[in-house]
């Protein structure tokens, strides 16, 4: 990148790294700080490469293959269930993709503003811990919100403060690894952060989130070059911390463990009386709904976030749980919302995933690598995206779209896919 000022430095490189560092905190905050930050970093990249006449780093198959989606859920969206809400999701998603070619033109450019980012997350979940810890034990948090059913910390009423640690853990898992490759002071209270962070997520009562950092963590074990013991010691840890919480206060054990036996009917009298459900009787009544949907929009779907809008018809009402906003599971989403033709979309990044990870994993039986540690910690945090069974929220909701999305820059940087 080129600057001719130090102003013009300032206002496209400085202000938008600093958005992005910034970005663990804007998300604690809720979706509009992240999302604004998410607009202005596209907005001022975009002003740059016009400025410049220089296109150079959107000339790569990743950015053609993001833009064909993303014309295609315009199309969707004007032909098919036309609605101004779904018109917004779609017409606007491109700024995600510009997003990650920016971050990545800045990790180019100068890539120790990483740091930066590091330590936001760092602060971010070094406070939620504490916070967190804290609500669980005593009922309330630091602000005096009340812990009603679940630990939420800063979150409150979103109960979303699992889902924010898993998803972003494998960035900062990662991004440890990157910047200490020495071990130094601060090398013990990162790792005790890691453990705490693990065990949280479980006492968060947040069944998908516990289910996704174990995943995460399964990951690193199996591909990792370097990582094998120091990921099996903090799993094995925040274990043991969560067996002795677990005798002291039964709480988060009861709604993880027991209350998931209960809703998925696996105890044997309702087993016998009412069947199995997937996850929940509302989970299973969302993805029977979804999927009928889907066989009679197989092509194109019902439209973009179209799924509240038809699930209390009578085809496509399974019982008066069976609607909400979405059906709370991204393929089937994907399937009842865009059909085929969307399924397409994300059936190729699956394919070109587990690829890649195979390759991998032959190359480590021979002592070779393709993907470095550093590498396989991001790749971690995307499988928890691209895991099939398991309950997910809105795939087209800008929170859930700004977490995921920070793994690409990382990875498509230390990977070298993309050349200025």
């Not at 013009?8 to 600093?18: L, S």
């Not at 209960?262 to 969302?286: C, P, R, W």
Request: with cysteine.
């Amino acid at each position: 990148m080129i600057f001719n000022s130090t102003q013009e430095n300032f206002i496209f490189f400085r202000i938008p790294v600093t958005l992005f560092s910034l970005i663990p905190f804007f998300l604690i905050t809720g979706p509009f700080l992240s999302d604004l930050s998410v607009s202005l970093i596209s907005l001022l990249f975009l002003i740059y490469c016009v400025k410049r006449k220089n296109f150079s780093y959107f000339n790569n198959n990743y950015f053609y293959f993001f833009l064909i989606f993303w014309f295609y859920i315009i199309f969707n969206t004007l032909v098919n269930n036309f609605n101004l809400d779904s018109l917004k999701i779609s017409f606007f998603y491109f700024r995600y993709g510009i997003f990650v070619i920016a971050i990545v033109a800045f990790l180019k450019e100068d890539y120790k503003f990483i740091k930066y980012f590091f330590y936001c997350i760092f602060i971010c979940f070094t406070v939620l811990i504490f916070d967190g810890f804290y609500q669980y034990f005593t009922g309330e948090n630091i602000l005096g919100w009340k812990n009603s059913t679940r630990t939420s910390s800063f979150f409150g009423s979103e109960k979303i403060l699992g889902s924010y640690l898993s998803r972003l853990w494998p960035i900062f898992f990662g991004l440890s690894i990157f910047m200490f490759k020495k071990k130094n002071k601060f090398y013990p209270l990162i790792m005790l952060t890691f453990v705490l962070s693990e065990a949280l997520i479980f006492l968060s009562g947040d069944r998908t989130a516990f289910f996704n950092i174990n995943l995460s963590a399964i990951f690193v074990i199996l591909f990792s070059q370097k990582l094998f013991k120091l990921r099996l010691i903090t799993l094995l840890s925040s274990i043991l911390i969560l067996i002795i919480i677990s005798l002291i206060n039964p709480t988060a054990k009861e709604r993880v463990i027991n209350q998931t036996i209960a809703q998925m009917n696996l105890d044997s009298k309702s087993k016998v009386e009412n069947g199995i459900y997937i996850f929940s009787k509302e989970h299973t009544h969302h993805y029977i709904s979804a999927f009928r949907m889907f066989l009679d929009n197989k092509v194109l779907g019902v439209g973009v976030k179209n799924f509240r809008n038809f699930c209390n018809d009578e085809k496509y009402r399974i019982s008066e749980v069976s609607c909400s906003t979405h059906p709370h599971n991204t393929y089937i989403q994907i399937l009842s919302e865009t059909g085929i033709v969307g399924f397409l979309f994300l059936l190729t990044i699956l394919i070109y995933f587990c690829k890649y990870i195979l390759k991998h994993f032959i190359l480590k039986f021979k002592g070779k690598y393709y993907f470095n540690d550093f590498e396989i910690c991001i790749l971690s945090g995307i499988a928890i995206y691209l895991w099939p069974i398991v309950p997910t929220g809105n795939i087209f909701n800008n929170w859930l779209n700004i977490a995921m999305i920070l793994n690409f820059p990382f990875l498509i940087w230390s990977r070298g896919l993309i050349k200025a």
